[in-house]
């Protein structure tokens, strides 16, 4: 899974309440997670350990990003 900030539509709105903000700090361009990985931030966030991943990537018939590679976290 690609973790693409510069095209999330929750970006300056969720980002201080995201997972990736809490563990990485100010946000990355973009990070790489494997299902593993983001299994476990969905089971730390569930714990309420950490904040869930907050990233909403628009629909590509609405000129934003393709689906597929890219898809939401756990809310």
């Given at each position: 899974m690609l973790?693409?900030?510069?095209?999330c539509e929750m970006r300056d709105i969720g980002c201080d309440d995201c997972v990736v903000t809490a563990l990485l700090g100010s946000t990355p361009g973009s990070v790489h997670?494997?299902?593993?990985e983001r299994a476990a931030l969905g089971v730390l966030a569930e714990s309420g350990l950490v904040p869930?991943?907050?990233l909403v990537v628009g629909d590509a018939r609405?000129?934003?990003?393709?689906?597929?590679?890219?898809?939401?976290?756990?809310?």
């Open positions: 973790i693409d900030c510069d095209r997670i494997d299902e593993g869930p991943l907050r609405a000129g934003g990003s393709p689906g597929g590679s890219r898809a939401a976290g756990t809310a």
